[in-house]
């Protein structure tokens, strides 16, 4: 079973740039996830889609953050315009949906930021 | 709110002996999991092991168990026979299977764990 898919790897870029990250879910998996992990704490949710709607973004900077999901399926994260307190690494994780799904989140390989 | 501490920025131990990395968590709720990801220099990050907080009995994965206190809001993650590969950073984390946050998992700093051969 293939994994959760991040591209690209890595990223840098000036600040007041804009940047766009995407993300393939595990297929099937109906819940994504999208996080942001600070060097040095723990990944913090940025926003949660269920199928193709918005569960929970509470956390997400609207101001210069967007996020889709088209057709339930892949999504991409988008920076606009991109500040120095943005460089983080961006995780994308997927999981099956409903109690099940609370229980097993996996996680992709992430995408590494660097504003400068 | 759901807090996650993690009181050891790093450790370090010698291959085949055991460490015990600590968690402790706050929540006014009685329904919950929690769970241990290790995340390699690699950055991705893989589940250890889960605890759902209405079992009593401690989740073993391996050489990975757990000691959950739930009084104590205590979820300390016991390495035996550590291997190399074991060294990364560990998160604890807590999630809520209901409510708006639902799904929002909630990660501590993490510890770093080095084994040395």
């Known amino acids: 079973e293939a994994g959760v898919a991040q591209s690209p790897r890595y990223k840098i870029i000036e600040k007041r740039q804009s940047v766009a990250f995407w993300c393939n879910p595990i297929?099937?998996?109906?819940?994504l996830y999208w996080y942001q992990q600070i060097l040095g704490q723990g990944p913090k949710l940025l926003i949660q889609?269920?199928?193709?709607?918005?569960?929970?973004d509470s956390q997400l900077p609207k101001d210069r953050f967007s996020a889709e999901r088209l057709k339930g399926v892949d999504s991409t994260l988008k920076i606009q315009p991109a500040k120095l307190e943005d460089s983080a690494v961006y995780l994308c994780?997927?999981?099956?949906?409903?109690?099940?799904?609370?229980?097993?989140?996996?996680f992709g390989p992430g995408t590494r930021l660097t504003v400068l | 709110a759901q807090t996650v501490t993690q009181s050891q920025p790093e450790m370090s131990v010698q291959e085949a002996e055991t460490v015990t990395l600590s968690c402790t968590y706050d929540?006014?709720?009685?329904?919950?999991?929690l769970f241990w990801y290790k995340q390699p220099p690699s950055r991705q990050m893989i589940l250890v092991i889960r605890?759902?907080?209405?079992?009593?009995q401690n989740a073993t994965e391996n050489r990975f168990s757990v000691n959950f206190q739930k009084a104590a809001k205590s979820f300390s993650l016991k390495i035996s026979d550590s291997q190399l590969g074991d060294t990364a950073m560990y998160f604890c984390?807590?999630?809520?299977?209901?409510?708006?946050?639902?799904?929002?998992?909630?990660f501590g700093k993490g510890t770093k764990l080095s084994v040395k051969p």
């Open positions: 605890q759902e907080a209405y079992k009593q």
């Open positions: 889609f269920q199928n193709n709607g918005v569960v929970d």
């Open positions: 984390a807590f999630i809520l299977p209901y409510g708006g946050s639902q799904g929002n998992l909630i």
């Open positions: 297929s099937g998996h109906a819940t």
């Open positions: 994780a997927s999981s099956p949906g409903g109690l099940v799904g609370v229980a097993a989140q996996y």
């Open positions: 929540t006014s709720e009685n329904n919950y999991y």
